[in-house]
C-alpha cells in the first residue's frame, strides 16, 4: 500500500514513528527536515500523485486546535477542529482537499500527545459547557485508523474528559476500534452520505451506501451515538427520490434516539480551489453543473440551492426532529 | 547533485511527477572511478534499457491521462480564427468548449454557434443556453 515513507528527522526516535516503521517493512524511508519539503512544492500533480501516494511522517507545531467555522457547530457553542492528518484514502470528486492542498501524499502527524494537551487546555478553559473537537476536517477520521491508531490514542481522553466531546467524521466501515471499547456518551462517529446513485460516480474508493449504513447499525447496536452528514447536498436527476430513498434506507435500520445529529450542506467550494479542481478533472460533470461564482465561493446558483436544501429539510423532518438538524451555510468549505 | 539542474528547469514545463532522473553509477568506494573500463559502458546499460521502456511507457499513458484533448483544441482554434479574443473570452469559449464534449454535443455544433453569430457575447449566451439543459448532474 505505501511504497515510499518521509520521516522528519526531529521525529525519528517517536515511538509511533517507529511503531509504524515496523509496520511497513518493504516501504523506502527518506528522511527530510520538515514535512513541507515534500508537501508544499508547486507543481504537483494532486490526481497522479492520487493513484500512489507516499506516507510523511511529521510533527505537527503551532497551534493543534483550531475553532471551526461558526456556522459548523452541531449543538455546542465552542467548537474545535484538529487534523492528526493531512489528505484521505478516497477519492471524492467533491472533495475540498484537493483544491486546498499542492500533493496528495498522505501525512500523518505523531505528536498525537501534543494534540491531547491543546485539547485539554481547549477543555479547561470553560467547564461550565461541552467542548467539542471534530477531527475529520481534512482527512477521514477512521479509514487510515490501522496505521494510525488514532481512536486507541485519543479515546483514553475522552473517557475521562466528560466535558470533551469528539466527532469522529468517516466515510469508513473500520469501525473495530470503536467496537473494541465500551460505547462513550461524549462520542459521536459521523457518517457522510450522498445517495448510492451519486456515490457511486462521485466518491471513489468509498464503500458502498448500504455498507455504511450497516457499520452505524452495528455501532449504535453497541450503544454508540452516531451523526449524518448529508454533505455536499449535489443537484441532480430524481433529487428528491434519491435522497428519499436514502434517508428511508438509513432511518429505518438506524434508531433515531441514537442519531446525535444531521447536518446539510450543499456543495461549496472557495472559487481558487474549485478551479485547481477543475483542471484536475476537466471531464468531471460535476464541475459543469447549475453553479455561480457568489463573492470568492462557488455555489449552486441560489433558488437551485435553496430548494434543494428545503426538500431535505422537509424530507428529514419526516424522520428526526427538527432541533437535531443543523444547516451548514455556504461562509464555509469543509466537506468530508 | 548533477540532476538537480535539469529537475528544477524539467519541472517549469510540466508536473514533476513526470520529470524523472535515471542515474547509472559508474564507481563506488569499492570500485573506484580509477579503474573504470569506458568499453563495459553498453554492457552495463544494455540490460537496463527493457526496464527504462517499461518506465517510459507507463510516463507516456499518465501524460496522455492529464494531457488536453486534441480534438479540443482543434475545435478553440477554429472558433479563434472566427472572434477576436480576449484572455477572460478564451477560458470562457474553452470552458464552453470542454463542457459540450461533456455533454456530448457535436463540436460542429458549437462551431456553428460561434460562426452564426453576430458577435461574440450572444454566441457565448447562445451555448450557454444550448448547454444548460445537459447540466443536471445525473
Known amino acids: ?336 | 547533485m548533477e540532476g538537480s539542474a535539469f529537475f528544477a528547469t524539467a519541472s517549469r514545463f510540466c508536473t514533476r511527477e513526470l520529470v524523472q532522473s535515471v542515474k547509472i553509477i559508474s564507481d563506488n568506494p569499492q570500485s573506484p572511478v580509477s579503474g573504470f573500463d569506458k568499453s563495459t559502458v553498453s554492457s552495463l546499460i544494455t540490460p537496463a534499457i527493457p526496464l527504462l521502456r517499461i518506465l517510459i511507457t507507463e510516463m507516456e499513458e499518465i501524460a496522455r491521462e492529464i494531457s488536453p484533448s486534441f480534438e479540443l483544441d482543434t475545435t478553440f482554434q477554429e472558433i479563434a480564427r472566427l472572434h477576436s479574443l480576449s484572455q477572460t473570452q478564451e477560458y470562457q469559449v474553452q470552458k464552453i468548449i470542454r463542457q459540450a464534449d461533456l455533454f456530448a454535443l457535436a463540436h460542429s455544433e458549437i462551431i456553428s454557434i460561434f460562426s452564426h453569430s453576430t458577435n461574440l457575447k450572444s454566441a457565448l449566451k447562445h451555448a450557454n443556453q444550448v448547454l444548460e439543459e445537459k447540466r443536471l448532474f445525473p
Not at chain 1, 76 to 86: C, D, E, I, Q, T
Not at chain 1, 219 to 246: A, H, K, M
Not at chain 1, 262 to 282: A, D, I, N, W, Y
Open chain 1, 1 to 336: 500500500m505505501i511504497d515510499t515513507i518521509y520521516i522528519e528527522e526531529s521525529i525519528f526516535g517517536h515511538p509511533r514513528t517507529k511503531e509504524i516503521l515496523l509496520r511497513f517493512p518493504k516501504a523506502t524511508p527518506i528522511s527530510c527536515s520538515n514535512y513541507k519539503e515534500i508537501f508544499n512544492p508547486s507543481g504537483q500533480n494532486f490526481r497522479l500523485q492520487k493513484k500512489k501516494p507516499s506516507l510523511i511522517l511529521a510533527e505537527k507545531t503551532g497551534h493543534l486546535a483550531l475553532p471551526i467555522p461558526e456556522t459548523y457547530g452541531i449543538g455546542g457553542k465552542r467548537n474545535f477542529y484538529f487534523s492528526h492528518m493531512l489528505n484521505c484514502l478516497y477519492d471524492c470528486r467533491y472533495c475540498f482537499l484537493q483544491g486546498m492542498y499542492p500533493s496528495a501524499h498522505y501525512v500523518l502527524f505523531v505528536n498525537y500527545e501534543n494534540f491531547l494537551s491543546d485539547i485539554e487546555a481547549k477543555t479547561m478553559e470553560d467547564t461550565t459547557q461541552p467542548t467539542w473537537f471534530f477531527s475529520g476536517y481534512d482527512c477521514d477520521s477512521l479509514v487510515l485508523d490501522g496505521i494510525s491508531q488514532f481512536v486507541k490514542s485519543f479515546l483514553p481522553f475522552f473517557k475521562t474528559n466528560n466535558n470533551a466531546h469528539l466527532e469522529l467524521r468517516t466515510k469508513s466501515v473500520n469501525i473495530k476500534p470503536l467496537l473494541e471499547n465500551e460505547p462513550l456518551e461524549n462520542v459521536v462517529t459521523a457518517f457522510s452520505f450522498t445517495p448510492e446513485e451519486i456515490s457511486s460516480q462521485l466518491e471513489h474508493g468509498v464503500p458502498s451506501v448500504s455498507s455504511r449504513i450497516q457499520a452505524m447499525k452495528k455501532l449504535t447496536d453497541r450503544g454508540w451515538q452516531v451523526g449524518l452528514r448529508i454533505d455536499p447536498l449535489i443537484d441532480c436527476e430524481d433529487f428528491s427520490t434519491r435522497y428519499q430513498n436514502l434517508f428511508q434506507d438509513i432511518f429505518s435500520q438506524i434508531p433515531r434516539e441514537k442519531i446525535h445529529s444531521v447536518s446539510l450542506g450543499t456543495f461549496r467550494m472557495p472559487t481558487t480551489f474549485f478551479k485547481k479542481m477543475e483542471k484536475l478533472h476537466p471531464q468531471e460533470k460535476l464541475f459543469s453543473g447549475r453553479l455561480e461564482n457568489r463573492s470568492g465561493t462557488v455555489a449552486y446558483r441560489q433558488e437551485i440551492e435553496r430548494e434543494r436544501k428545503e426538500t431535505c429539510l422537509q424530507l428529514l423532518q419526516q424522520h428526526i426532529p427538527a432541533q437535531k438538524i443543523f444547516n451548514c451555510e455556504i461562509s464555509s468549505s469543509s466537506n468530508t
